[in-house]
């Protein structure tokens, strides 16, 4: 394929924002936090594994060399602390009862 | 000592409405002990996703004839397994037509669907479900003995003489009860998808197929130096692509799930069959991928682990099942559970009915005969080599390429298999490996 091909056809379909893409599954938002990450441990972790493996991007590196992050739309996958090599740093649960999570078209 | 009596709310509990709960909850209660079948999301399958083919064949015993009210998508009559390398595929196509006929092989079908109508055959069994309730811990008895389960719920303990462990990959239950001590990240990969919407016309035409007729792609290689692989199937009105990728590779490199399956999407043996597709779901989930390694103790005193929770799902490159795996594991729980009740001992030697089934059905079978492979086919080399040198290969023995002579296909293997980095003794031993592994 010439390169010219491949770039009309790449516009084919536009490749969609991090938000949008969240946006098409739905989280049913428990004011609780099911998951909470300590920022003291993260601050020495140089790895990072849960930055890139989070499926739902959660983990955001902050200026201050901490880790910023929301548990609202999470895929309760379990990638985080299966990754995460730091003893107590993500402390793991699944959402109450009727929360969190909603597949339809999986 | 002994314990005041406690009074049972049920025979046994069942943690976990997915495949292999709900046949656990139909097998004991047709074997007429009663039973609770808890599930944490708001329906049964609200928390499941999974590639998207099922094989029920095992549903037989359970629900004869399955096939005329199961929610299926497509039957699938074709399998293709695709070997992409940077810029090229090698495509083995298998098709039987037969397969879109009672009694059937696989079907696609969502698993919101399909998990929600398998729980519906264990409530009209008998078996009483309770949705929106996560179990928190097992509950003992001053002598540790298991007693039940507690749940989020308010007065919210269940008590019951056994607990079936079918609550998934990530069992709580099963590292709780201490029969799962690892969690050992290179055990499991992480799977991510797209439900991808297009007319159900397009579909048809772009993967050949008519009315309700389905494909099953597996891939290998496309997953942007990650091992792992890939995966495209067809719905009615979408087509589910997706990738598992090896977890500890994945966080030691910089390219993120989503943009994986953005370059997976752009391949160009792939980009036709979903092109202006629009994203209509993005998912996850992990795989317990590692097979009989890591398989935990499956019974206690009381206790039955079944399904992902003991890591019996089937990831061996071409077959990527686990749903079967799962309902055949819990049904067998299920069966061996009511025997323990009938003869009034719960301890591990009751239930162990449960394993002696495993032993002698695929279930562990299947795993036994295909140990080596799921090593095999995510190591370094079948991932990183093999895909180049098998597209390179096939590519010069059908390039014609006058007026220079075909060369023969022993110097076409050799200098590919050179050009790729592999040594021949290593080449040996893999299609050793992969002949007695997949034998
Ligand atoms: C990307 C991907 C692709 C796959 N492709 C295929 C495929 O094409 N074909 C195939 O056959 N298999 C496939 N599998 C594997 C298959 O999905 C699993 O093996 C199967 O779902 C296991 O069934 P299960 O009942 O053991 O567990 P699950 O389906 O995970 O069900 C567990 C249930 O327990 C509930 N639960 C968990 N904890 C609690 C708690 N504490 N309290 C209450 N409820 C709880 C969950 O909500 C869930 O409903 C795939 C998996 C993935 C991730
Ligand atoms: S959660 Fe774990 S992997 Fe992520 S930054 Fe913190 S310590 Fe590192
Ligand atoms: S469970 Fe999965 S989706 Fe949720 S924060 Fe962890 S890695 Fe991200």
């Known amino acids: ?106 | 000592m002994t314990n005041p009596p406690v009074r049972h709310d049920a025979d046994i509990i069942v943690v976990g409405a997915g495949p292999a709960g709900s046949c656990a909850a139909i097998a004991a209660a047709r074997a007429g002990r009663s039973v609770i079948l808890i599930e944490r999301g708001p329906f049964p399958g609200s928390k499941n996703m999974y590639g998207g083919v099922v094989y029920p064949r095992i549903l037989d015993e359970l629900v004869p004839s399955w096939w005329e009210t199961m929610p299926v998508q497509r039957w699938v009559v074709k399998r293709s397994t695709m070997l992409l390398s940077d810029t090229g595929a090698l495509n083995v196509d298998f098709r039987a037509n037969a397969w879109g006929a009672p009694p059937y092989n696989g079907a696609t079908a969502y698993r919101p669907d399909f998990d929600n109508w398998l729980a519906n055959h264990a409530v009209e069994a008998g078996a009483r479900l309770v949705c929106s309730t996560t179990v928190t811990g097992l509950l003992r008895d001053s002598t540790g003995r298991i007693q039940g389960v507690s749940t989020d719920r308010p007065d919210g303990d269940l008590h019951a003489p056994i607990v079936i462990a079918c609550d998934g990959v990530n069992s709580f239950l099963a590292k709780e009860s201490g029969l799962y001590p690892h969690t050992d990240a290179s055990n499991f990969t992480l799977g991510v998808k797209e439900t991808l919407a297009l007319p159900k016309h397009v579909i048809d035409e772009r993967f050949g197929v008519r009315d309700n007729q389905g494909v099953d792609i597996e891939i290998l290689g496309g997953t942007s130096g990650v091992n792992g692989g890939g995966f495209i199937y067809t719905n009615l009105d979408t087509v589910a692509l997706g990738v598992v990728l090896k977890l500890p590779k994945l966080a030691a490199q910089q390219k993120r799930p989503e943009q994986i399956i953005a370059e997976l999407k752009r391949h160009p043996a792939v980009a036709p069959l979903i092109e202006g597709a629009e994203v209509k779901e993005y998912s996850a989930h992990v795989i317990p991928e590692a097979g009989l390694e890591m398989m935990p103790t499956m019974v206690a005193d009381g206790m039955l682990v079944a399904g992902d929770a003991a890591a019996l799902c089937l990831a061996a490159g071409i077959w990527l099942e686990g749903v079967n795996f799962a309902m055949a594991s819990g049904m067998y729980a299920g069966q061996a559970a009511a025997e323990a009740i009938a003869k009034n001992d719960v301890s591990s030697r009751g239930l162990s009915g449960y394993t002696d089934r495993l032993e002698k059905t695929f279930v562990l079978r299947d795993h036994k005969k295909l140990r080596k492979v799921p090593h095999l086919v995510l190591s370094d080399r079948v991932q990183h080599k093999y895909p180049a040198f098998v597209a390179g290969v096939v590519e010069r023995v059908f390039r014609v390429d006058n007026p220079h002579p075909k060369p023969g296909v022993r110097r076409i293997v050799r200098e590919e298999r050179k050009k790729a980095g592999i040594g021949l003794l290593d080449l040996l031993r893999d299609g050793w490996t992969g002949m007695r592994g997949f034998g």
């Open chain 1, 1 to 106: 394929m010439s390169p010219t091909a491949r770039i009309e056809r790449d516009s084919a379909w536009p490749e969609i924002s991090f938000e949008e893409r969240i946006g098409t599954a739905e989280f049913r938002i428990h004011e609780k936090a099911h998951i909470t990450v300590n920022g003291d441990s993260c601050r020495g972790c140089t790895t990072r594994e849960c930055v890139v493996a989070c499926p739902a991007n959660l983990f955001v590196p902050t200026s201050d060399g901490g880790i910023l992050f929301n548990y609202e739309n999470c895929f309760e996958c379990g990638t985080c602390y299966l990754v995460c090599n730091k003893e107590g740093a993500i402390s793991w649960t699944y959402p109450e009862g009727g929360y969190g999570i909603v597949f339809h078209r999986t």
